[in-house]
């Protein structure tokens, strides 16, 4: 059966009211995991489409669900939270919390996640199996283990996701088999040296001249010891060390982040970088403490999935707007976790406007509104299909 003229009618009908929604939730950012008024506001408007609303999971997390679980479900993940970012787009519905901004485009992720709940509710399928998914702390990679933990993922046969994408423009979406973003980890290096008069630098053993020494030589050791055809980015955000301007500094901590693409790869880094950074350190007679956190694995699209959500989307977009990406991200990104335990595959949805779109993350960062409804839509039409292939 082919619900495509009845539920386009219905959301074009419903779109003014979820535009309005959409700027009230970009008008109110919140951090991760203090999602309290985005998780209230949608479990309320869940309630009213009919759908079955659980609070609470993972903490400010939120499932919502059409349909019985002994008969397998089919899952959509939607992220809720805003960044530390001031706002600089100058808009009349621009967040009323200072220093806080949807500058990801989370609140484009819950209008879709609503969209789609609204849609679906008003569709008559023989045999609704459909959880949504509202997450919290997506930006702190946490609230997708907090949701797994809480058995948000019981049940579920298979996962679809979506992200915003600047580089592609509104009505396009951008699909990809396999690896799509990059795994992630924390690095923090303590350079440990001997201190004393900034005048007499040879009776000391200067933690701030070492830490500048590992930040260059663990990008010439990655250019030099690790595969070029095997990617790997290690970053340092934060540096900190030293009390006096005519004081040598005993000690200097630097903090950064590592993306990699191959899994196999990932595992062996935490023991490559401490083996390079000892070696630096000691070269010059400091010592070093390096502590690796492990933050989330590479996003994988599973390619059954990957390839239904396309065959869905041609027919709705055209094959030039159903973009087959060739290169992963070295973003990261948690619904990898999800992904550890069912198959699933996450889409980029174009939202570059007439004038352009600036980056993901950015006080400027402004995606076009008619994105929404191509979102919804190509959700809606994928689930329904991966509905009716169980059926058959």
């Not at 797994?148 to 699909?175: E, M, N, T, W």
């Not at 290169?327 to 595959?345: N, R, Y």
Request: glycine fraction near 10%.
């Amino acid at each position: 059966m082919n619900y495509l003229n009845s539920y386009t009618d219905l959301l074009k009908v419903f779109l003014p009211e979820l535009l309005e929604m959409r700027r009230y939730l970009h008008s109110h950012p919140e951090l991760s995991g203090q999602e309290y008024q985005t998780a209230a506001f949608v479990s309320g408007e869940l309630r009213k489409y009919g759908w079955e609303v659980k609070e609470g999971v993972g903490g400010t997390g939120i499932t919502a669900q059409l349909g019985e679980e002994n008969s397998g479900l089919v899952g959509l993940r939607v992220d809720m939270d805003a960044l530390p970012v001031e706002e600089k787009t100058g808009l009349p519905y621009a967040s009323l919390n200072q220093g806080l901004m949807h500058a990801c485009g989370h609140d484009f992720h819950t209008c879709i996640g609503l969209g789609v709940a609204k849609v679906l509710a008003g569709v008559s399928i023989q045999r609704k199996g459909i959880r949504l998914i509202f997450q919290p702390a997506e930006e702190i990679a946490a609230g997708a283990k907090w949701m797994k933990a809480d058995g948000a993922l019981k049940g579920l046969s298979a996962i679809f996701g979506v992200h915003v994408y600047p580089d592609l423009k509104v009505g396009q979406i951008g699909v990809k088999n396999g690896i799509l973003t990059a795994a992630a980890g924390e690095l923090e290096i303590e350079i440990i040296g001997n201190g004393g008069h900034g005048a007499r630098p040879h009776e000391t053993v200067d933690s701030i001249w070492v830490a500048a020494k590992v930040v260059s030589g663990i990008q010439e050791a990655i250019s030099r010891n690790l595969d070029a055809l095997s990617p790997v980015v290690i970053s340092f955000g934060k540096i900190k060390g030293g009390k006096a301007f005519n004081v040598i500094a005993e000690r200097v901590k630097l903090l950064g982040t590592v993306r990699c693409l191959d899994m196999d790869l990932t595992q062996t880094l935490p023991d490559w970088i401490e083996s390079v950074v000892q070696s630096i350190a000691s070269s010059f007679g400091a010592k070093a403490l390096v502590k690796y956190r492990a933050i989330v694995p590479p996003v994988y699209n599973d390619p059954y999935l990957t390839d239904l959500l396309e065959s869905s989307s041609i027919p709705l977009l055209g094959q030039d707007n159903v973009v087959r990406l060739e290169k992963p991200s070295l973003g990261a990104e948690d619904f990898a976790e999800l992904l550890e335990e069912i198959p699933g595959t996450m889409f980029r949805l174009g939202v570059k406007g007439s004038s352009g779109c600036s980056p993901l993350h950015n006080g400027y960062f402004l995606p076009d509104e008619n994105s929404l409804e191509i979102g919804i839509t190509v959700l809606v039409n994928t689930l329904i299909s991966w509905l009716e292939k169980q059926q058959n």
